[in-house]
């Protein structure tokens, strides 16, 4: 049997995808699944053994140059691409009208979740086969019980990523690390500098441990930049693509960060790992709670640096007790 999953965007989307992926592949490993996501997120369904090829669109590039003829194009050459597979179906997970779309792109039945399920109820009239979801819990359950419903299993008790890093000479980091996950794609969900600083400030001063910035654009490096201004064991790093940041974070001692697609990554990488959150609620969006990985914080209320140096401390012990 020959799935085409699509999830297009964003990184955090793909990534609670993943222990859905985990599952089918336990149920019916031979399945034969293809995923459907944007070009820039490619390299997260990459790291899932479970996943056989990967097709990609530019649907953000795409949409902004709909008058060039070289996107239509490109749009048709993505079109044949999917139908030539003849897959048995499509599997929808994100919901959206777009995602819908795109879908049908393989003239193939489409099923996903029903009009009080889907993000956008639209995009369900565009689904031959469609299921209910439970609205209101965690995006990562929401996946894997639309998954066990679509291929008729039970879902299992058992929740994992299944990623796999593989290895790179191209990251050199000085061991024990810790990273810091500063940047965010809005405001509101920053933490500030100066708590990142004291922070950064009570890590260095206890334990004998570098710690990693990464950064995605000029104003996150220049943030980077100022955190780690002054201390000889803080470093901003080098541009990354995914896997690298992936590999990374696999090597880290412990992780703080905002709400950010890296933090679900290095979550699902089952690094020890504190999420802070000051402007979301992390039981819709946080990542998955365990003895090593925790949420701080939630809507109008910002954690301080004392909770998130104990909570990161505790998740360290954690893991380091397994």
Same mark, same amino acid.
């Given at each position: ?25 336990? !149920?019916?490993?031979? /399945? ?129 990523? $299944? ?15 810790? /990273? ?5 794609? !809005?405001?509101?969900? @920053? ?37 780690? !201004?002054?201390?000889?064991?803080? !470093? ?36 020890? @790992? ?22 701080? $914080? ?6 301080? /640096? ?9 998740? /360290? ?6």
């Amino acid at each position: 049997m020959k799935i085409l999953l699509v999830r297009l965007s964003s990184m955090g989307d793909l990534i609670h995808t993943l222990p859905a992926v985990s599952d089918l592949a336990t !149920a019916y490993p031979d /399945v034969e699944l293809h995923w459907l996501c944007e070009a820039g997120f490619a390299d997260i369904a990459k790291l899932h053994p479970f996943v056989k090829k990967i097709h990609v669109m530019k649907w953000r590039y795409w949409r902004k140059h709909l008058t060039q003829k070289a996107v239509w194009q490109e749009i048709g050459r993505l079109k044949n691409d999917l139908q030539a597979e003849q897959f048995d179906f499509v599997l929808d997970s994100q919901g959206l009208v777009k995602s819908a779309v795109f879908a049908k792109m393989a003239a193939a039945p489409v099923k996903g979740l029903d009009w009080q399920s889907a993000r956008e109820p639209l995009a369900s009239l565009l689904y031959q086969n469609k299921f209910a979801v439970e609205v209101g819990r965690n995006a990562v359950w929401r996946n894997r019980k639309l998954f066990a419903q679509v291929f008729d299993y039970a879902l299992p008790e058992t929740l994992t990523f $299944g990623l796999r890093v593989p290895k790179s000479e191209h990251i050199q980091a000085d061991k024990p690390y810790y /990273v810091f996950l500063h940047a965010t794609s !809005a405001e509101r969900k @920053l933490w500030p500098v100066e708590h990142w600083r004291k922070l950064l400030a009570d890590l260095t001063q206890h334990q004998d441990c570098a710690v990693y910035l990464p950064w995605g654009n000029e104003s996150e490096r220049q943030r980077a930049q100022e955190i780690a !201004a002054g201390f000889a064991k803080a !470093a901003v790093c080098d541009k990354m693509n995914l896997i690298e940041a992936a590999q990374l974070l696999k090597g880290a001692q412990g992780v703080a960060g905002v709400d950010t697609g890296l933090l679900h990554l290095a979550n699902a990488l089952d690094c020890p @790992l504190v999420g802070i959150y000051t402007d979301t609620d992390p039981h819709k969006t946080g990542i998955q709670p365990s003895a090593w990985a925790k949420n701080l $914080g939630n809507i109008g209320s910002v954690p301080s /640096v004392q909770e998130v140096y104990a909570g990161l401390a505790a998740c /360290v012990a954690a893991k380091e007790a397994v």
